[in-house]
């Protein structure tokens, strides 16, 4: 079974603070793990995500996540915040078997504030 | 290329009654999901579709229907609203071949059941 975990339902930081958005996952299987971003009454819109080519994931905006299997986790950072990162933050994984294709496990997801 | 599109974006309905919601996915992309979205529940996955059958099933009842056209474009369907049915629902659509692949999201519709 896959799950994931977010800690921290609200973050706030102040703009040019680094950002740590924490995600604990768990899993039968190796995962297949993202990050998604949604802004207020919109949907989703994938950050970045890990597919086993490297632990260190580059996304948009200036985020990045690194795969930790030791500790089974998938933060997401981002060294200087800005007022537009304000959003709510969400993990999600899949798991490498055909029985779950199409299907995404979300985390409780993370509202992100940022202060001037 | 166009996004995923969500009709209609919002709608208001009464307990009882019955509604249907449409998606229409990125061109080429055959995989559907729906997922519902409420502050207590958060995301969860109420079915998908790829090439018009139900390939996977969330754990909701049998309330919730849905149903995927030749064109890829699929509607979920709820019947004998409940109050706890008011949600924003998301679809998502995928080449649906491999679960690497990034399910994309449209703008939802917001449904309120009074």
């Known amino acids: 079974a896959q799950s994931v975990t977010q800690l921290g339902s609200h973050v706030s930081v102040s703009e040019g603070a680094l950002v740590l958005l924490r995600c604990n996952y768990s899993s039968s299987v190796p995962p297949y793990l993202f990050w998604y971003v949604q802004y207020p009454n919109q949907g989703l819109q994938l950050l970045l995500k890990?597919?086993?080519?490297?632990?260190l994931v580059k996304g948009i905006n200036g985020f990045e996540a690194e795969f930790k299997k030791s500790e089974t986790s998938f933060h997401l950072t981002k060294p200087s915040a800005h007022m537009s990162d304000a959003a709510e933050y969400f993990c999600a994984v899949s798991a490498r078997r055909g029985s779950t294709l199409g299907r995404l496990y979300f985390g409780r997801g993370t509202q992100l504030t940022v202060w001037p | 290329k166009a996004g995923v599109t969500q009709t209609p974006r919002y709608l208001i309905k009464t307990r009882g009654q019955q509604v249907t919601l449409s998606c229409s996915p990125i061109s080429g992309h055959r995989s559907v999901s729906w997922y519902q979205q409420t502050p207590g529940q958060g995301l969860q996955f109420l079915f998908e579709y790829f090439s018009e059958t139900q390939r996977n099933k969330g754990n909701f009842p049998g309330r919730f229907s849905g149903r995927q056209f030749s064109n890829s474009r699929s509607e979920m369907n709820v019947s004998t609203l409940e109050l706890g049915d008011s949600a924003l629902y998301l679809c998502?659509?995928?080449?649906?071949?491999?679960?690497?692949?990034?399910?994309?999201f449209g703008p939802g519709t917001r449904l309120l059941v009074l």
């Open positions: 890990y597919t086993s080519a490297a632990t």
């Open positions: 998502a659509s995928s080449p649906g071949l491999a679960e690497q692949e990034t399910q994309y």
